[in-house]
């Protein structure tokens, strides 16, 4: 992956990663938990912060139209308690 921006903020919402993998464009939300009492890392990216994401993207997108031509993944990354990294590639469509 070719890193292409990091914590790209808009007033739609934000990225913490937009990564390039071949023709892809990849949209990563990077969310750590370290209290395994509340929803984990990865449940914590609800319906309400996809759309949020979505509308980032959307947003990076019409700013920068050099990338429009690229297929969208959103990715998520989750990172437990103990250090454990989970990539979860496409872990929801738009």
Sequence with gaps: CELVTRNYRCKAGE???VM???KTLLIVEVRQRSNPNFASASESVD???QARIVRAAQSFLAQNP???SCDVRFDVVAIDGAGHIDWIEA???A
Aim: charged share 35%; hydrophobic share 55%.
């Design 91 to 93: 872990a929801f469509d």
């Design 66 to 68: 050099q990338w429009a």
């Design 47 to 49: 319906a309400r912060k």
């Design 20 to 22: 390039r993998l071949a």
């Design 15 to 17: 990225h913490d990663l």
